[in-house]
């Protein structure tokens, strides 16, 4: 970088209090990381931490001036346009509206905030012209950079466009940003815009730089400058109800913003878990000959003992029985389904987080809070008499109101941490993943994530399992983004509830289980699993099994039904019912840890 690094803070910090942005920390990326900043014209924002890579600066031009103009730029999508990310994703909402094209509104809406800030804020704000729009950069442009230096020409005509038609359509562009009109408005015709624009230049505006702009050119709002930018963006993220648009939202707005190497983190820490499972094989493999010994034990003990029914349990169903020893860990993940569970996990906890939260401020409660005694004042006739400190005031002399009576002054502890004592249920999270719960499975992982967060919220040990044919689960000691995969996966094979793994989970926690399952019922091993669930709840394990109408299993349902043991929801309209019984059966085992 031509100028030194104090010359650049000196800078920065010029355009940052000209902008009135929160404070942030200024950090510099060397030629060794310069590549990744490079392709988002080297200046990227998140969690309050603004990093700058070291090709800002094009050749032939005052650095200084270069450097303190940009800086007003990028500062200024904080500032003014489009500000937050609720202000930039109405607009880019208003942009779809019109095309039904995600990518084609982010870059209208990219397009109207540069042009927004370049043409008519900061010429009225600083008075002149900003300097970059006077410089004719020699690098390699992307696709915004071409968009917006075709319409610099038209204000400083430093160079010619290369193309008439180009150069009439960014007068068309010029004009609308000069139209006393809504921003909403604005976007929208930009929006048409480009849309005849892709038409005219197909190869300019090809799905392949759409989705390079939208990896590469990212938008900054005023949550970047935050801390726990993440956590903000999810908050918008969790209102989107749309799986496909979900999804967008995730591309366009959360992944950019993640780390590089965010990702490939964990595909390993999958991979690594994959491992560990599979080395567990044979030990569940021991067990479930342990415990088909021991049913064969007490099927012999005749019609009376407990588990063994006068006829087998699976007696005139359709589906054929699978054995329990066919749900093995899944040695490997598809890519294909680890990138859709890498996105949806981000989407399912939003959706999750929300619901949670828009439960308990309708439903506050009052907790008791830490206070610390801090020092004696005098006591008088009108406080409580419970806040008299009787020993105390006997110190003084004899006890005469508001002369020698005493009481403490209280102080909350910082951020007055609620006093609750108790054992906080351990939890298991059980999600069917199998090809009859597919149309349903958005709603159901939903779901499995408010009953884990809520367990995770509360201060339980919580861990997950996903199932079809085979399984994935998290232990109790996985960390949280491992649970949260697993939650996310979706396996569409068939459906064996895996019951040894389900023993030893709650085998490896000393305390009594708050067990999940989401399903809808269609257990082609039912025969072993209901015993074992018997068992799990002989030792005090809470069983809650939400069924959902994914595949038509009446007579497997029935079984269910007859147990005893099991606490069965029925829930006709998932898209309506089941987040807020899981919501409502969860709270009523946290609800007294949950801060």
């Not at 939890?427 to 009953?451: G, P, Q, R, V």
């Not at 082609?524 to 005090?540: H, K, T």
């Amino acid at each position: 970088m031509a100028v030194q690094i104090e010359e650049i803070i000196k800078i920065f910090n010029e355009a940052w209090m000209e902008l009135h942005c929160p404070p942030v920390t200024l950090k510099f990326e060397d030629e060794r990381h310069g590549k990744d900043l490079g392709d988002r014209a080297g200046f990227s924002a998140v969690n309050g931490e603004v990093r700058i890579g070291s090709k800002v600066i094009p050749k032939g031009c005052d650095p200084q001036k270069y450097l303190l103009w940009f800086f007003r730029h990028e500062l200024a999508h904080v500032h003014h346009c489009p500000y937050d990310l609720r202000t930039a994703y109405s607009l880019e909402k208003a942009a779809h509206d019109i095309l039904g094209d995600w990518d084609l509104a982010y870059l209208a809406t990219h397009l109207f905030a540069d042009l927004q800030i370049n043409i008519n804020y900061l010429p009225r704000r600083f008075g002149e012209v900003p300097y970059f729009m006077q410089v004719l950069k020699g690098r390699r442009l992307s696709l915004l950079e071409h968009l917006l230096q075709e319409v610099y020409f038209l204000i400083n005509p430093i160079s010619k466009s290369s193309d008439k038609t180009l150069e009439n359509i960014s007068r068309e562009i010029l004009a609308v940003m000069l139209l006393d009109k809504p921003w909403h408005s604005k976007v929208q015709i930009l929006a048409i815009i480009l849309n005849k624009m892709r038409t005219l230049y197909p190869n300019l505006l090809s799905d392949r730089k759409m989705e390079r702009h939208v990896r590469r050119s990212v938008l900054n709002v005023r949550e970047d400058f935050l801390p726990d930018s993440l956590k903000m963006f999810e908050e918008i993220f969790g209102g989107i109800s749309d799986a496909s648009d979900a999804k967008e939202f995730f591309k366009q707005w959360i992944e950019p913003r993640l780390p590089p190497e965010e990702k490939e983190r964990i595909r390993k820490t999958i991979e690594e878990k994959a491992r560990m499972l599979k080395s567990k094989a044979e030990e569940s493999k021991e067990k479930s000959e342990s415990l088909e010994e021991g049913r064969a034990f007490e099927k012999e003990k005749g019609k009376n003992g407990k588990g063994a029914p006068e006829k087998p349990l699976h007696e005139g169903l359709e589906e054929p029985l699978l054995p329990t020893s066919l749900s093995k860990p899944y040695e490997k993940i598809d890519f294909r389904i680890f990138n859709e569970a890498f996105w949806k996990r981000y989407w399912y906890r939003s959706r999750a987080e929300r619901i949670i939260m828009h439960y308990l401020s309708e439903n506050p409660s009052r907790k008791p809070v830490w206070a610390v005694v801090k020092y004696p004042d005098d006591w008088y006739i009108e406080d409580e008499i419970e806040d008299l400190d009787i020993d105390v005031s006997l110190d003084e002399g004899p006890l005469i109101p508001e002369v020698t009576t005493l009481k403490w002054v209280e102080e909350p502890t910082f951020h007055g941490q609620s006093l609750v004592t108790g054992f906080v249920p351990s939890e298991i999270t059980i999600l069917d993943a199998s090809l009859s719960m597919s149309k349903i499975h958005d709603d159901a992982a939903i779901a499995a994530f408010i009953a884990y967060l809520s367990a995770h919220k509360a201060g339980g040990e919580t861990s997950a399992l996903t199932f079809s044919t085979k399984y994935f689960s998290a232990d109790w000691d996985s960390p949280n983004d491992l649970k949260e995969m697993t939650l996310s996966m979706s396996f569409n094979e068939y459906t064996v509830f895996p019951a040894y793994e389900v023993e030893r989970l709650t085998s490896k926690n000393p305390g009594n289980c708050f067990i999940v399952v989401i399903t809808d019922g269609g257990w082609q091993n039912i025969d072993e699993a209901i015993p074992m669930l018997e068992r799990a709840a002989d030792f005090g394990h809470k069983i809650v099994i939400f069924l959902l109408p994914g595949g038509e299993y009446p007579e497997k349902i029935n079984i269910l039904k007859r147990n005893p043991h099991l606490r069965i929801y029925n829930v006709d309209r998932p898209e309506v019912d089941l987040q807020g019984l899981v919501l409502s059966e969860t709270i009523k085992t946290y609800r007294t840890f949950l801060p």
